[in-house]
């Protein structure tokens, strides 16, 4: 595997730790009130198979935040990223007969640049977590 591959393998191990989470987190509803967040969520352990919980949120926009990452959320995220990336796999560009190969480059971008932007772009929120290459980066 190549340094390139590495960023889209790197990329998914990423989306499935952040599915992990989502899913192992409570998946009801979640929402600001006061100054906190109640989480509504469906658990057969419970009496009627519903509970609630609170956490306390200092501010607003700290409570806002929270809802609106919720599971759901972060898992609509998680699926749509994947979907780009399979948009965005590489591809070796078929040359004329007699001419020397194109190379490879995105499939769907058609640029010879892999991986491409959109796939460094999509992987750039997660700089700084383990595994994570300072080549990765896009040029500003
Ligand atoms: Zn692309």
Redesign the pocket.
């Known amino acids: 595997m190549n340094g390139v591959d590495d960023l889209v393998t790197w990329l998914r191990a990423q989306l499935d730790e952040d599915e992990r989470v989502a899913r192992e987190a409570d998946s009801g509803r979640w929402l600001p009130e006061d100054k906190g967040i109640t989480f509504e969520y469906r658990a057969d352990d419970f009496h009627g198979g519903e509970a609630q919980a609170r956490l306390v949120a200092d501010t607003r926009a700290n409570q806002w935040h929270i809802a609106n990452w919720d599971p759901a959320r972060v898992l609509a995220e998680v699926e749509a990223k994947r979907r780009i990336l399979d948009l965005?796999h590489v591809t070796e560009f078929e040359s004329e007969p007699d001419h020397d190969p194109m190379g490879a480059g995105?499939a769907?971008?058609g640029?010879f640049d892999w991986p491409?932007e959109?796939?460094r772009l999509l992987a750039l929120p997660y700089a700084g977590r383990d595994g994570w290459r300072e080549e990765w980066r896009v040029s500003p």
Do not use: G
């Open positions: 965005h995105c769907e971008c640029h491409c959109t796939i």
